[in-house]
């Protein structure tokens, strides 16, 4: 096991609401991405957290937000769902040393089913 | 921006096969680090190894072996003798110098006893 969690694992929202998802990071580890899976893809980065700033983020819309606390741990946010939001959540936390060379370790994930 | 491709959607071997996984990449950056990570039906994403550009030396690592070759740019990783819990979906990755995976589209790999 990696040491980071997720919650919940499994989740069922309908179009339009809101949803909160959490994570808690590897001991030691300053910094938290997050991917969106969808089924038979691979992981889409999303954003991703250093010392509670935003430090980078993919191609996705506002409604997708985030937070990392004191501690490292961070939140996803997403508004007004969508049906295409439906799918695995992965957050992964490592080191940010920088230059692309830090392995980054998963949570198992939060599905998230939009109807 | 960085990209990879993963050619090969699924596998299907019979067990103590050897079987290799195919990885091609793009990027611009003149040094970067290569990996491997394993997806079980249970969700989670397993890290396996991590390659540098610089060193194009191959390795073994117990079953499991890679080969990097810049020229064409590709890492390939190879698991001996394949046992029914290798069974999964395995993803290449490539991160940019902000440590943000790239992904490949994985391959399926299924392991028949």
């Known amino acids: 096991e990696t040491g980071v969690t997720q919650s919940p694992t499994h989740l069922i929202k309908t179009r339009g609401q809101q949803v909160t998802l959490r994570c808690s990071s590897q001991s030691g580890h300053n910094t938290v991405s997050w991917y969106q899976q969808a089924l038979g893809q691979g992981p889409q980065f999303i954003f991703q957290?250093?010392?509670?700033?935003?430090?980078g983020r993919g191609n996705f819309p506002p409604r997708f937000s985030g937070l990392q606390f004191p501690n490292y741990s961070s939140e996803l946010n997403v508004n007004a769902l969508e049906l295409d939001d439906s799918a695995l959540y992965l957050c992964?936390?490592?080191?940010?040393?920088?230059?692309?060379?830090?392995?980054?370790?998963f949570g198992p994930g939060t599905r998230l089913l939009v109807l | 921006a960085q990209k990879v491709t993963q050619a090969q959607t699924e596998i299907s071997v019979v067990e103590k096969e050897d079987v290799t996984l195919d990885c091609v990449y793009e990027t611009r950056d003149t040094t970067y680090y290569l990996f491997w990570y394993k997806q079980p039906p249970s969700g989670e994403l397993v890290f396996l190894i991590r390659r540098n550009s610089f060193d194009e030396q191959n390795e073994i690592s117990g079953r499991y072996s890679w080969n990097f070759q810049k020229s064409t740019s590709s890492f390939n990783f190879t698991i001996t003798a394949s046992q029914v819990v290798d069974s999964a979906v395995y993803f290449c990755a490539l991160p940019n110098t902000g440590n943000q995976f790239y992904f490949g589209t994985g391959t399926s790999l299924t392991v028949i006893p």
């Open positions: 992964a936390s490592s080191l940010a040393r920088g230059g692309g060379q830090e392995t980054q370790y």
């Open positions: 957290y250093y010392r509670e700033e935003e430090n």
